[in-house]
């Protein structure tokens, strides 16, 4: 299919009704035909226009039940409006911007919103880098210029993985981890890069014996001001920073990071997309592919205020 809105005034005319979402979710999550969620097999009969009854288990199945839209209480014609809002900006939305453009009671509803659809923008497993592949950590938060109110927190470490495409970026994978430990790094690049990589990193201990990959380790020599072992990942941390900074003015918990860096992944793997139309495809694509996520679970970490 993969058509999408190109223009708001698209949008608001494509997406004026439950139906017209409805069937435009339908075409996402099922492109063959239903197929249970449950059993997995073809097959159903309509009860609705929007209820399905499985031939094979009887389940009785809808288009958003098992998707973040599950137990929503606002309209879908609403939420397509939310996804437009966060698609069609390059550096993405704030809460408090979200709220404003949709009119929401609450910035409580807007920020939990853009933290349902971060969850849907990375499916870790599903396409793993290849090739070559730098990696490195980084710190984030406490110091960091204009983190204003943290300075007690202690700082956050994320593994950053970049593909290494020639003279190109290729694309990436962000993950907080608890330490730069052996496991914690051996974890991350077990979970993110295709065996038989590639994958060069800095001298640190932590990264040697690695299992299934080739390693490419480049030890600190004689270099010039401003030179960086591993390029890639220096530029990718500095537009992750100022974005970080920027969009989100640094308020960014280490308790909700990931769900940032899944977006900060999102927007990067997919920077030269011609259109924000199809980011606004490709999310709602994903958003009708993962499972529900209550409020309680989102909220779960203790440093963050709402
Ligand atoms: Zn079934």
Redesign the pocket.
């Known amino acids: 299919m993969e058509e999408y809105p190109l223009t708001i005034m698209d949008l608001e005319k494509q997406f004026s009704t439950e139906e017209a979402c409805r069937d435009y979710l339908i075409e996402l999550r099922w492109p063959n035909g239903f197929v249970?969620p449950?059993?997995q097999?073809p097959g159903s009969w309509s009860a609705s226009r929007e209820r399905w009854i499985?031939q094979?288990?009887r389940?009785q199945a809808s288009v958003t039940a098992g998707t973040i839209f599950q137990d929503t209480h606002k309209p879908l014609t609403l939420w397509f409006r939310a996804v437009w809002h966060v698609t069609s900006r390059k550096h993405g939305a704030s809460a408090m911007s979200l709220q404003q453009e949709l009119g929401l009671g609450s910035y409580k509803t807007a920020w939990t919103w853009l933290h349902k659809l971060r969850r849907a923008m990375v499916r870790p497993g599903r396409d793993r880098l290849s090739g070559t592949v730098e990696v490195d950590e980084t710190y984030w938060g406490a110091e960091e210029e204009g983190v204003i109110g943290r300075q007690t927190e202690r700082k956050a470490l994320i593994a950053v993985a970049v593909e290494d495409n020639g003279n190109k970026i290729g694309r990436i994978r962000l993950r907080q981890i608890p330490d730069a430990s052996r496991e914690s790094l051996h974890g991350f690049i077990n979970e993110m890069i295709e065996p038989g990589s590639t994958v060069r990193t800095d001298g640190l201990p932590s990264y040697l014996a690695m299992n299934g990959f080739t390693h490419e380790r480049q030890v600190q020599r004689q270099q010039d001001e401003g030179e960086h072992l591993l390029p890639r990942v220096h530029q990718v941390v500095s537009l992750l920073k100022r974005w970080l900074l920027g969009t989100h003015q640094g308020a960014v918990g280490h308790a909700h990071l990931d769900y940032y860096l899944d977006e900060f992944t999102f927007r990067f793997n997919r920077r030269n997309s011609r259109s924000r139309g199809k980011l606004f495809y490709r999310l709602l694509q994903q958003v009708v592919q993962v499972d529900p996520v209550p409020f309680r679970c989102i909220i779960g970490g203790k440093n963050d205020s709402i």
């Open positions: 249970c449950r059993c097999t499985c094979t288990c389940y």
